[in-house]
Nanobody, 115 residues
Framework: EVRLVESGGGSVEPGGSLRLSCAAS????????MTWVRQAPGRGLEWVSS???????SYSEILKGRIAISRDNIKATLYLQLDSLTTEDTAMYFC?????????RGQGTQVTVLG
């Protein structure tokens, strides 16, 4: 069974940082591209970032320069570093197996930027 468990969310002041993690199990993590998406209150899913099996990242133009995606294939864990957070970053962040069109995702971790 595929399991994706996100963690690391929380409440931060504007300008703060968070590092999100996604622990994966039930599939060959090293053979799968991985993606982060987010959903703000009242909005649809928004693609944030993806990383290929050979660690090539891609980023949303809106967030580029403030985020960094990485993966540890030994630990089967995906990461997302979020810096210079603004209230516009308040959302539930989901880890996705594959690319943004995949429906295989975790339960999410909430990021709230106070304002």
């Amino acid at each position: 069974e595929v399991r994706l468990v996100e963690s690391g969310g929380g409440s931060v002041e504007p300008g703060g940082s968070l590092r999100l993690s996604c622990a994966a199990s039930g599939f060959a993590f090293e053979n799968s591209a991985m993606t982060w998406v987010r959903q703000a209150p009242g909005r649809g899913l928004e693609w944030v970032s993806s990383i290929t099996t050979d660690h090539r990242p891609s980023y949303s133009e809106i967030l580029k320069g403030r985020i960094a995606i990485s993966r540890d294939n030994i630990k089967a864990t995906l990461y997302l570093q979020l810096d210079s957070l603004t209230t516009e970053d308040t959302a539930m962040y989901f880890c996705v197996k594959g690319f943004a069109d995949s429906e295989v995702r975790g339960q999410g971790t909430q990021v709230t930027v106070l304002g």
